[in-house]
Structures are given as structure tokens and as C-alpha cells.
């Protein structure tokens, strides 16, 4: 079974300092999709990134990053120099590759990392 | 513009009041679902569809129906609502291979 595991339940820093979201999967799958989604507080889901898993290379898209690890199944997503307008909540997910292509594509989620930016 | 659309955004019912939760998307996408949000939970799948008339099951169906007449449209139908249902509902869709659109979500509250 698939399953994501966000351990951080809550996260507050202040504006400016670096800041890292764990994600831990589980999958049996060879071929696989991760992701991750920002859910700011008027609730909305914000697609971020998607990673397949025969792409192990890092990604930076401005102040985000991204650290995808096979070896410790592992798509954490870091801030750098965070803002206020940062703060939301973010889940990370997972899809298998064979369900996309049979078009399921079920969407298993972490619990999700309530991320607080203090001025 | 691209996009997928709830209605309603906010909905107060009571235990057995059957009730709608309209999905519309405007890109022609094939695949649909439905997810809840709960605290501590995060999402899980309601109902999928891969095309008009092809709807399956996901991870928490009970109390839930769906229906697919329409390649744009995918209702999530509440027959009997009990509070257990009280969640933030989200209906997604996506093209072939693509990532899942989001709609805006719809709190719903089942005294």
C-alpha cells in the first residue's frame, strides 16, 4: 500500500530564516509520481511541483527547492528565506506510475505541514 | 481561463437532507475525482471518474454517490447526510498523464 508521512505537524519561524518539510513515502511501485501542493488559509490547493521517480535530480524554482531521495524515499521541500505570504499549508503526495496511464491516478496524501512565517 | 468550479462554496444542511455538490471543468479533461480534507487526514479520494459514464470507488465512498453524464460535469451527491460528513470537499480533474486542477473546495457542515 502507498502510504506519505508529513511527521512535521506544524512548523512557525520568522521571516528570513531557511526552512525545510519533510516527506517520507512508501510505495512498491517502481514507477511513481511525488508532489507537492500549498494550501494557503483561504484554502485553495496550489500545485508546486511534480517528480517522477526516475528523476532524481534536485529542483529550485526561486526560493523553493526541492531534495528527492530514493535511497531514504524521501521529497523534502525547502524554503529559503521565508516570507510571510509563505505561510499555509503544504502536503506532499503521492501517485503510481500505472495509474496515471490507466488514468486513476489516486492522489495519496501526507497529513500535511501547517507552516507559520512570523514577521 | 482554465479551470475547475464548486458549487456551493459553503453549505449548512442537516442529518438526512440530501444534497448536491456540483464539479464543472472547461479544459475537456477525462478524469475526475473527488477528495475530502480532514484535519490530521489530509486528502483521500472520494470517487474517480475516467470518462463519461466510467466512475470507480476510491478510499472513502460510503455515503456517497456520483454520477458522470457529462465529460465536463462530475456531482457528488450526499443521499443521506450524517455529521461525519462535515469535511472540505475538493473535486480535481486532469488531461491524460497530467497533473490534477484543484477546484476552489466546498466547506460543508451536516448538523
Known amino acids: 500500500a502507498q502510504k506519505v508521512t508529513q511527521a512535521q505537524t506544524e512548523i512557525s519561524v520568522v521571516e528570513k530564516e531557511d526552512v525545510t518539510l519533510d516527506c517520507v513515502y512508501e510505495?512498491?511501485?517502481?514507477?511513481?509520481?511525488l508532489f507537492w501542493y500549498k494550501q494557503p488559509p483561504s484554502g485553495e490547493l496550489v500545485f508546486l511541483i511534480r517528480?517522477?521517480?526516475?528523476?532524481?535530480q534536485n529542483e529550485i524554482s526561486g526560493r523553493y527547492s526541492w531534495n528527492f531521495q530514493k535511497s531514504t524515499s524521501s521529497f523534502n521541500f525547502t524554503i529559503t528565506a521565508s516570507q510571510v505570504v509563505d505561510s499555509a499549508v503544504y502536503f506532499c503526495?503521492?501517485?503510481?506510475?500505472?495509474?496515471?496511464?490507466?488514468?486513476?491516478?489516486?492522489?495519496?496524501f501526507g497529513q500535511g505541514t501547517r507552516l507559520t512565517i512570523n514577521p | 481561463e482554465a479551470q475547475v468550479t464548486q458549487n456551493p462554496r459553503y453549505l449548512i444542511t442537516v442529518t438526512g437532507k440530501k444534497l448536491t455538490v456540483t464539479c464543472s471543468q472547461n479544459?475537456?479533461?477525462?478524469?475526475m475525482s473527488w477528495y475530502r480534507q480532514d484535519p490530521g487526514l489530509g486528502l483521500r479520494q472520494i470517487y474517480y471518474?475516467?470518462?463519461?459514464?466510467?466512475?470507480d470507488k476510491g478510499d472513502v465512498p460510503e455515503g456517497y454517490k456520483v454520477s458522470r453524464k457529462e465529460k465536463r460535469n462530475f456531482p457528488l451527491i450526499l443521499e443521506s447526510p450524517s455529521p461525519n460528513q462535515t469535511s472540505l470537499y475538493f473535486c480535481?480533474?486532469?488531461?491524460?498523464?497530467?497533473?490534477?486542477?484543484f477546484g476552489p473546495g466546498t466547506r460543508l457542515l451536516v448538523l
Open positions: 479544459m475537456n479533461h477525462e478524469y
Open positions: 503526495a503521492l501517485s503510481d506510475g500505472g495509474a496515471i496511464i490507466q488514468g486513476a491516478q489516486k492522489l495519496v
Open positions: 517528480r517522477n521517480s526516475f528523476d532524481e
Open positions: 510505495t512498491r511501485d517502481t514507477t511513481y509520481y
Open positions: 480535481a480533474s486532469r488531461p491524460p498523464g497530467g497533473t490534477q486542477y
Open positions: 471518474s475516467m470518462n463519461v459514464e466510467v466512475t
